[in-house]
C-alpha cells in the first residue's frame, strides 16, 4: 500500500496554498466558526511533508453539518468517516492525489490542542523537528499497510514529544 502522497522537501508556497483557500473554507462553517488553522508538517517551516495542507477548523458546534457539508462538497471536499465525537474529517483530492485535508472540531477537542501543541512544538524545536522528518522518512519507505499505518507508528513519537514539552497529549 501507499501513502496518499509521497514526502517531499519543504515548499515555501504550503502557507500560501492555506491562506488561498481559508476563506472559502471558513465561509462553509457560518456563525459556528471560531478559527481556522494551519497544522500539521506543512506549517512547519523547513519540514519535508507530504504535500498535504492539513486545515484545523475549530468550530462552537457542528450544527447545520448537511448545509455545511454541501458547500464542502462544491468546494470539493469529501467527507470521511468522523475521527472521534466532535471531529469531523474531509478531504479534497485532484485525481488520485490528496491535496487538503481539513479536521473540523468542537471547541475545547483535545484534538485541538494536540495539533497545536505539536505545530507549535515543531516550529520552536529544531531537533524535534530533524527527528520528526527523519522517522517519517523511515516510516514512508517502509510502509506496507498505507496511512492507517503510518499514523499509527507516528503516534508514539508525537504523545512523547508532548508529554517532554509538558503538554498533555
Not at 514526502?7 to 502557507?15: E, G, K, L, V
Not at 476563506?23 to 523547513?46: M, R, W
Not at 485525481?95 to 479536521?103: A, F, V
Amino acid at each position: 500500500m501507499v501513502l496518499t502522497s509521497k514526502i517531499t522537501p519543504y515548499d515555501p508556497a504550503w502557507p500560501l496554498r492555506f491562506l488561498a483557500d481559508k476563506t472559502l473554507i471558513a465561509s462553509a462553517f457560518g456563525e459556528a466558526l471560531i478559527s481556522i488553522h494551519h497544522v500539521g508538517s506543512t506549517s512547519v517551516p523547513g519540514l519535508a511533508a507530504k504535500p498535504e495542507i492539513d486545515v484545523l477548523i475549530e468550530v462552537c458546534d457542528h450544527c447545520n453539518a448537511s448545509a455545511r457539508d454541501e458547500v464542502l462538497r462544491d468546494l470539493g471536499y469529501v467527507r470521511g468517516s468522523d475521527l472521534s465525537d466532535g471531529h469531523c474529517f474531509y478531504r479534497s483530492n485532484v485525481g488520485e492525489i490528496r491535496t487538503h485535508k481539513l479536521h473540523a472540531c468542537v471547541r475545547g477537542h483535545i484534538a485541538i490542542t494536540q495539533m497545536l501543541g505539536f505545530r507549535d512544538l515543531l516550529r520552536r524545536d529544531a531537533t524535534i523537528r530533524r527527528r520528526y522528518e527523519a522517522l517519517k522518512l523511515e516510516l514512508e519507505s517502509s510502509n506496507t499497510g498505507g496511512m492507517a499505518e503510518y499514523l499509527e507508528k507516528k503516534g508514539p513519537f508525537i504523545t512523547a514529544a508532548l508529554i517532554d514539552a509538558g503538554m498533555h497529549p
